[in-house]
């Protein structure tokens, strides 16, 4: 079993920077891919950012070039860089983890809350 923990979410103004991180711990042999999704109220969750074992990442449209995905393989973390915040950037923002290296993920974290203030 894998136990995903994220941290770092808040309230920041629009404009502002925050960096989320996840540290994974349990089984955790092969987790080839770590990502990043969010679900606002009323909305479905989407993708914001995965990235794999060998570092190649993928971002979705809404935050290319504003969000930066990282992984330490030696802590077992992931993170997320959140620049340039906008308002439509609220939401929980959840970090997941599988040992496959495309489809869905087998294990998630609980979510923390992002708040960006207009």
């Known amino acids: 079993q894998v136990q995903l923990v994220e941290s770092g979410g808040g309230l920041v103004q629009a404009g502002g920077s925050l960096r989320l991180s996840c540290a994974a711990s349990?089984?955790?042999?092969?987790?080839?891919?770590m990502g990043w999704h969010r679900q606002a109220p009323g909305k479905q969750r989407e993708l914001v950012a995965t990235?794999?074992?060998?570092?190649?990442?993928n971002y979705g449209d809404s935050v290319k070039g504003r969000f930066a995905i990282s992984r330490d393989n030696a802590r077992n973390t992931v993170y997320l860089q959140m620049n340039s915040l906008k308002a439509e950037d609220t939401a929980v923002y959840f970090c997941?983890?599988?040992?496959?290296?495309?489809?869905?993920?087998?294990?998630w974290g609980q979510g923390t809350q992002v708040t960006v203030s207009s």
């Open positions: 990235i794999v074992r060998g570092g190649t990442t």
């Open positions: 997941a983890a599988d040992r496959s290296y495309s489809g869905g993920y087998t294990y």
């Open positions: 349990g089984s955790i042999f092969s987790l080839n891919r």
